[in-house]
Nanobody, 120 residues
Framework: QVQLVESGGGLVQAGGSLRLSCAAS????????MGWFRQAPGKEREFVAA??????YYADSVKGRFAISRDNAKNTVYLQMNSLKFEDTAVYYC???????????????WGQGTQVTVSS
């Protein structure tokens, strides 16, 4: 049974930082691309960042502020979020992908999400 569990969300003031974690179990995902998406109320789920081996890919809206990384020994992927803005408020999801892609359809395993709320 593949399981992805996100943690690290919370309430933070604008300009602050959070680090999200996504722990995977049931399979070793070291050779698979993994990514982060987010979904704000009333909006579609959108791509945030992805990583495969040492290659990273970011949405323009977070480039320079967010950083994705992974610890394959712990089967965990991280999302360091700095200089947070009110518009970053959303539920953040990690997912496993078939390819390094921003396309939702490429991701076939998803976590349950963690809420990030940025106060202005």
């Amino acid at each position: 049974q593949v399981q992805l569990v996100e943690s690290g969300g919370g309430l933070v003031q604008a300009g602050g930082s959070l680090r999200l974690s996504c722990a995977a179990s049931g399979r070793t995902f070291a050779s698979y691309p993994m990514g982060w998406f987010r979904q704000a109320p009333g909006k579609e789920r959108e791509f945030v960042a992805a990583m495969w081996l040492t290659t990273t890919y970011y949405a323009d809206s977070v480039k320079g502020r967010f950083a994705i990384s992974r610890d394959n020994a712990k089967n965990t992927v991280y999302l360091q979020m700095n200089s947070l803005k009110f518009e970053d408020t959303a539920v953040y999801y990690c997912a496993v992908s078939r390819s390094l892609s921003p396309s939702l359809s490429e991701y076939n395993y998803w976590g349950q999400g963690t809420q990030v709320t940025v106060s202005s």
